[in-house]
């Protein structure tokens, strides 16, 4: 069995939470997660998660989407510290991207706000400034409903990579 997860199943409730929750904000996702210990394997957590993940609703999906800083920013309004290190090494292409790519982030992040009530979030892994962008103007054409559904996609994608960072600390 994997060391962490193996510590983890042994871990106090309390830092098994904070563990979760690092690797995904929403509460009600990372107390199910905590009570479903012992965990048999890597797979058998990672199914879990997208089993629990798939059980939430929009306030869980809020509450998790509030963790992540806005794309070109440092860290969300209540990110834990592992998780802001986890955005910024996410993010690290915004830091280098044009100005221009930067200033037109900025703006869509706002209109993105406006429009859905909630941070634009995107599985940063692996893409550039400029296909965020792109991706932010696509999803600016979708009715909230949708926009929620793949936010809560994209949280998903994100919390996966996540355990996958956390496992291998």
Not at 83 to 97: D, H, P, V, Y
Not at 120 to 129: D, P
Request: aromatic share 6%.
């Amino acid at each position: 069995m994997n060391a962490v997860l193996a510590a983890w199943n042994a871990a106090g409730e309390a830092e098994a939470l904070e563990a979760m929750l690092a690797c995904c904000g929403a509460t009600r996702w990372a107390k199910a997660m905590v009570a479903l210990r012992p965990v048999a394997g890597v797979i058998e957590l990672s199914t879990a998660a997208d089993r629990e993940w798939s059980r939430m609703g929009e306030s869980d999906w809020l509450e998790a989407f509030a963790c992540h800083p806005r794309i070109g920013e440092r860290k969300g309004a209540t990110a834990s510290a592992k998780s802001a290190a986890w955005s910024r090494q996410e993010q690290g292409s915004a830091e280098n991207a044009a100005e221009r790519v930067l200033a037109e982030l900025a703006e869509g992040n706002t209109e993105y706000e406006q429009r859905f009530g909630f941070t634009y979030i995107v599985c940063a892994t692996g893409k550039s400034a400029d296909e965020m962008l792109a991706i932010l103007r696509r999803r600016l054409k979708n009715d909230r409903i949708a926009e929620l559904r793949e936010a809560a996609e994209q949280q998903r994608q994100i919390l996966q990579i996540r355990l996958g960072k956390w496992l291998v600390e």
